[in-house]
């Protein structure tokens, strides 16, 4: 291992520490920003408390853009490079959801906390964290709260950021809250896609095929089980909801599934998709009812490899911390960088459970462990080696 290398896995005991010092700061952002909802396309209210606390860092160019991202810049010394570090500010949990977050002894609870809230705290926190550890980078740290990212959102602010920005990006680090020693530098093929079944009012039940909404969707749900996938190029199916009906006594005339295929292929998923898609055209054709097929979001797989100095370098930090890295394909914001050939990686920040449930719950002590990874991550970037041009002192 390179000398210099191993003298900033030796500081990360000094990162951890650091972390827990400004803890009580760390957690008020995270209870802050966990109890302003932020559905998709509704996270104003999240972009502007990172505006004001970007602001209150003096950081520079703090501003938000059309996408509804929030931005801000700490300028490095040289100022030769920049570092995106981005947390999404929006949560699959909608406004009337009990938004309240609870701490205990060890561990806090609220909607929405691991995805993404504790990532955005982190993320207001760095400066402040930068500072206290006396780090100054050489190159421009831009920090983002990225907008309309999960969902219908098909991570639109980022993608639109990177597509107009006018200075260039050498690496990126995308924050999530959860798990610790997560680390993605890859991204596999997706698709998303919704098929709305609808039985019009002028409906003939007396035709062939003819049934309610919740029967002819089971049989789409039947038919798109019975495509063959195969076992390599590594390919799933997963069918993520179906909502339908209202009550006894009424037949139901709408029905919604949501899925994902997802595939180590992009041409497989494409395929696949036009199977699902000709499956909702001849089911339309047998029954009579409008069936609607939507493709939401898409990702092209992509990533710099195993042996890249970035990824790499982020594996390694990961278990000096004492921590197994768990590396796994990402279709989140990461996958804008992928598109932009932007070296990037994904990381977690701590353990939790209930993921995405209301009474999501964190673990608040390996948060220290994730914040001291962060910043490792940050100073390897700094010092080249993302890209191996190593800078020794």
């Known amino acids: 291992m390179d000398r210099e290398f191993a003298r900033l896995l030796d500081r990360l005991p000094e990162f951890q520490a650091g972390a ?33 606390r970007f602001n209150e860092y003096e950081l520079q160019n703090c501003s938000t853009d059309e996408a509804g991202n929030a931005l801000g810049i700490l300028p490095g010394r040289s100022g030769e490079q920049n570092i995106l570090v981005v947390g999404h500010m929006d949560t699959v949990f909608p406004e009337k959801v009990d938004h309240t977050v609870s701490i205990e002894p060890g561990a806090v609870t609220g909607a929405g906390i691991g995805d993404d809230s504790l990532g955005l705290a982190a993320l207001v926190t760095l400066p402040q964290m930068l500072s206290h ?29 990177l597509d107009n920005r006018n200075v260039p990006i050498s690496s990126g ?20 896609g919704e098929i709305h079944y609808r039985v019009p009012e002028e409906y003939d039940w007396t035709r062939f095929g003819a049934g309610g909404a919740i029967v002819n969707m089971n049989d789409v749900i039947n038919r798109i089980l019975e495509i063959p996938l195969p076992r390599r190029p590594r390919t799933s ?3 993520n909801s179906v909502e339908a009906g209202a009550s006894f006594n009424t037949i139901p005339r709408q029905a919604t599934l949501q899925f994902e295929i997802r595939s180590e292929s992009g041409e497989l998923v494409n395929r ?15 029954t009579g009812a409008e069936v609607e097929f939507n493709v939401l979001a898409r990702r092209q797989p992509g990533g710099i490899g195993f042996s890249h100095p970035l990824a790499a370098h982020a594996r390694s930090i990961i278990k000096a911390l004492g921590v197994n890295p768990r590396i796994s394909p990402s279709t989140s914001e990461l996958s804008a960088f992928i598109d932009q050939k932007i070296p990037a990686v994904t990381i977690g920040l701590t353990q939790g459970e209930h993921h995405n449930e209301v009474n999501e719950r964190l673990d608040i002590e390996p948060v220290y462990l994730g914040i001291a990874q962060l910043v490792g991550l940050l100073v390897a970037i700094d010092e080249g080696y993302a890209d191996g041009s190593e800078r020794l002192a």
């Open 133 to 161: 550890l006396g780090i100054e980078l050489n190159a421009n740290l831009i920090f983002m709260g990225s907008a309309r990212s999960l969902g219908r959102g098909d991570i639109e602010g980022i993608r639109f950021f």
């Open 173 to 192: 680090i995308c924050v999530e809250g959860v798990k610790l020693g997560r680390l993605s530098y890859a991204s596999i093929g997706m698709l998303r």
């Open 272 to 286: 696949l998709g036009d199977q699902i898609s000709d499956i909702c055209a001849e089911t339309s054709s047998q």
């Open 237 to 239: 199916i997963v069918l």
């Open 20 to 52: 827990r010092e400004l803890s009580e700061i760390l957690l008020t952002n995270l209870v802050m920003i966990s109890e302003i909802p932020a559905p998709t396309f509704g996270e104003h209210r999240r972009m502007q408390f990172l505006l004001d």
